[in-house]
Every structure is written in C-alpha cells, then in structure tokens.
C-alpha cells in the first residue's frame, strides 16, 4: 500500500485519550492494525468477534495481561460491559490500578490496548457513543480507490520508484521526529 495511506492508519489509532472505533469497509486499515500488532510477538494481540458470547473473558484476560484487543465486525451498538474500558474508568484499589468489567474487578494492565473495528459502510452511531471513541473513517473515495490501484501498478511495474518513496518518506518521518525531539 501506499506510505501515505499507512502513515495515516498509523496515525489515526494512536490516540491515547480514546478508544479508536474504525469504519473500514475494505477491511485496508484493519488488515493494517492486525499485521501492525503482529511485529510484537512477545505480546501476541487477540482478535475478538462483538457477538461471541466469550467476550467480555476474553477482554477481562487481555486487560490483566496487557494484551491488544481487536474487536472486530461491530454493529450499530456495543455492549454495556465494555463501557468501563471506553471511558477508561481505571483506579487504584489495593495500590494496584484496576477497571471494572461486568462484576469483575480486573487488574489493569498498562499495556492494554482496545481497538474496534466495523465493515459496515454507513453506520448509524449513538452520540453517547461517539463521544466515547475516536471515529475514524476509512471508507474507500473514489481519489484514495485510485491511489490504491496507482500504488500496485506502481508496486508491480516499478518496483524501485516505490521503494525509493518509501526510503524518502521514511527520511522525512525521522527528520521530523528529530526536531520534535530536540
């Protein structure tokens, strides 16, 4: 895919006031976020279904062990138990940060990340809800369909220009870091 294109997904679900709630139809940022949490294989990332009904054990493990969720597929509404998580709801009990999932009280893990993600195209979501999570949009324009198809024409036939933009826009990213840095 295009370094743009990832430069933003990378971006977009890094936010660390909100959980980040993705609209992503063609599946393109999911498939990133998933290959993206892959490179750590020392903290192996679960992948969790809205409508299985092991879920909330299954988030309550990731919480304690400091494990990223992907809870993938989501409809137009999301279980009351995940609320604690949303507003991340995290306090001290014992000396040891903790967050309330259903009648559990769970340790909370630093490490612990929660991203959500729906192919539904137009989706219909609560206010209540959407002041909760960071939306982002990833359904595909017609520009960013061309993008995309430009990009593995690019890929296919000329290999070299792509990796040579890659090479420049990584320049550019650890430049830019470096002033934020100094």
């Avoid at 809870?71 to 009990?93: H, R, T, Y």
């Avoid at 940060?97 to 612990?112: A, C, H, P, Q």
């Avoid at 061309?146 to 990213?173: K, T």
Wanted: with cysteine; charged share 25%.
């Amino acid at each position: 895919g295009r370094v743009g294109s990832e430069m933003c997904i990378r971006a977009s679900v890094h936010s660390p006031s909100r959980v980040p709630f993705i609209i992503d139809p063609a599946n393109a940022a999911g498939s990133w976020l998933k290959a993206h949490l892959s490179e750590t294989p020392s903290r192996p990332f679960e992948s969790i279904q809205s409508h299985d009904a092991r879920f909330v054990n299954q988030v309550e493990l990731a919480v304690r062990f400091g494990k990223p969720v992907v809870m993938e597929n989501v409809l137009e509404g999301l279980d009351p138990a995940l609320e604690p998580i949303l507003l991340k709801q995290v306090f001290k009990s014992g000396g040891v940060m903790s967050i309330r999932l259903g009648d559990s009280t769970v340790e909370y893990n630093k490490d612990f990340k929660f991203y959500i993600t729906t192919k539904l195209r137009n989706p219909h979501y609560l206010p209540e809800l959407q002041v909760k999570v960071t939306l982002l949009n990833f359904t595909i324009a017609q520009e960013g369909l061309e993008d995309q198809l430009l990009a593995v024409v690019v890929n296919q036939e000329r290999r070299d220009l792509e990796m040579a933009h890659r090479l420049q826009w990584n320049e550019q990213q650890k430049q830019s870091q470096h002033r934020t840095v100094t």
